[in-house]
């Protein structure tokens, strides 16, 4: 639910360049990580946008509020559960948030964590998350929408396959002049076989 909520491409904007993987030389695992918001590149497309920007901001200020308010608790009163609602329903009794108290249902987090609250009123699981995501669900599946995703993929595919080209003729470039530095260096200190000798020619390939 949090990643929907955050998803810029529902306001029209694309990002690329938000990532940086590299690889452990030890393990070989690939590891991802954020890069700074300044080398981002984005792009406006609002043929994309399917909610309106106040709304959009309007959610995301709510949200930082939630996260700051919700910051180092423990899973179990409100603080970076991976349920889909937990954080985000409200008691209105006491103001702290919503989690699960169980398999099927969500309640009041000072209910559950030491009924520093008198509202024990539980919500169905099933029932609010169909509530709040069956109509997201309805209107991102939807045929208008998915064909602008597909139109735009088609658009953004040839600038990603000319990237990507683009990086193996760096690569390849890299490659050949690796090979020219060893063979001089090998040559500078003497090591290198003569062609005489039946060695390979490092100018050659």
Same mark, same amino acid.
């Given at each position: 639910? %949090? &990643? ?10 694309? *990002? ?9 030389? $030890? ?15 984005? *792009?406006?497309?609002?043929?994309? %946008? ?6 959009? $901001? ?18 179990? &009163? ?48 099933? @029932? ?11 209107? @991102? @599946? &939807? ?26 003729? *760096? ?10 530095? $060893? ?10 076989r003569s062609r005489h000798d039946g060695g390979r020619d490092c100018g050659r390939d």
């Amino acid at each position: 639910m %949090r &990643s929907i909520l955050r998803n810029p491409l529902y306001v029209g904007a694309v *990002h690329w360049n938000r990532v940086q993987w590299s690889k452990d030389p $030890d393990t070989g695992k690939r590891h991802k990580k954020t890069r700074p918001e300044a080398e981002w590149v984005t *792009h406006k497309d609002e043929s994309l %946008r399917i909610i309106d920007q106040n709304v959009w $901001d309007r959610v995301q200020l709510r949200m930082r509020a939630h996260e700051k308010a919700g910051a180092g608790r423990p899973k179990h &009163s409100g603080g970076g559960s991976s349920h889909v609602l937990s954080g985000l329903l409200i008691c209105a009794e006491c103001g702290r948030p919503y989690v699960m108290s169980g398999k099927y249902s969500y309640a009041c987090a000072s209910h559950v964590g030491g009924k520093a609250c008198d509202n024990n009123t539980r919500v169905n699981r099933k @029932l609010v998350e169909g509530k709040f995501l069956g109509p997201i669900n309805d209107q @991102l @599946l &939807s045929p208008a929408v998915i064909k602008i995703i597909v139109s735009e993929m088609q658009k953004r595919l040839p600038q990603r396959q000319a990237c990507t080209g683009e990086r193996t003729r *760096h690569r390849a470039e890299g490659a050949r002049r690796a090979r020219g530095a $060893d063979c001089q260096i090998t040559g500078a200190t003497g090591q290198g076989r003569s062609r005489h000798d039946g060695g390979r020619d490092c100018g050659r390939d």
